[in-house]
């Protein structure tokens, strides 16, 4: 793997922009119900994912219950190294981030694949 960052991205916070951007585009009707959670960067990790989401499904959750924050991690190093362009960066973000908040919304990786979203 390469691990010397693209000249196309000039630092963490280009990189941070995107996951906001991201982020801020997913519709209301989603946002409005996207509550105690968390969404933030790391550098890499051991598994080389993209992203992952901890915490318990929205869909597995009981009204009478509190619950910890839920966190979405999006994983810098291994999106950058999978992107051939800027361009390219900004959908893998996109589609990362809308896969994690599937997760947290319930929906599993077979159902995103019967959809044609993995």
Known sequence: MNSVKPL?????KVFERMVKEAVENIPELFI??????????EDDNEQNLLGVFEGI???????DQSYMPDVITIYEKPLIEISN?????????RETVLHEVAHYFG???GDLEKMGRY
């Open 32 to 41: 409005q119900h996207m509550t105690n959670l968390e969404i933030k960067i």
């Open 85 to 93: 362009s800027i361009e390219e960066l900004k959908v893998n973000i």
């Open 107 to 109: 929906i599993d990786d």
């Open 8 to 12: 196309f991205l000039e630092d963490n």
């Open 57 to 63: 499904p929205l869909i597995d959750r009981y009204n």
